[in-house]
């Protein structure tokens, strides 16, 4: 599992404002690359643990036998994307902030699917 490789991969697309890969299971981040004055990316990934988890426990209560590819959030200037990972490292999910103005929402969630890859592998 290459993390900062992965991480700095998932920053070349346009308008990636910054990345972080988090354990949902403690909430600890895992590593980040970008964030800047912007967004604190430990912060935010500790929280958006709570997400999947609220996520997890819903789809268990409803007895959906499928998985959650990712969680969009949309806000007035940005995407936030969350990406549980099938992992064998864990509980994993990447955390994905996108500048809205800067951005193609379908090329970021496809390449954000390369970039699992490289973490998976």
């Not at 403690?26 to 999947?52: F, I, K, P, W």
Request: glycine share 10%.
């Amino acid at each position: 599992m290459n993390i900062e490789k992965a991480l700095t991969e998932a920053m070349t697309i346009d308008g990636a404002v910054g990345v972080s890969l988090v354990d949902y299971e403690s909430g600890m981040t895992l590593g980040s690359l970008g964030g800047g004055g912007l967004l604190d990316l430990e912060t935010a990934g500790a929280g958006n643990t709570e997400v999947v988890r609220a996520k997890m426990r819903t789809m268990a209560a409803l007895q959906l036998n499928d998985e959650i590819e990712d969680i969009l959030i949309t806000l007035g200037r940005q995407y936030h994307i969350i990406r549980p990972l099938n992992s064998a490292h864990g509980e994993l999910f990447l955390y994905y902030v996108l500048d809205r103005t800067r951005s193609n929402l379908a090329l970021a969630r496809r390449h954000l699917r390369q970039v699992e890859h490289l973490i998976e592998a």
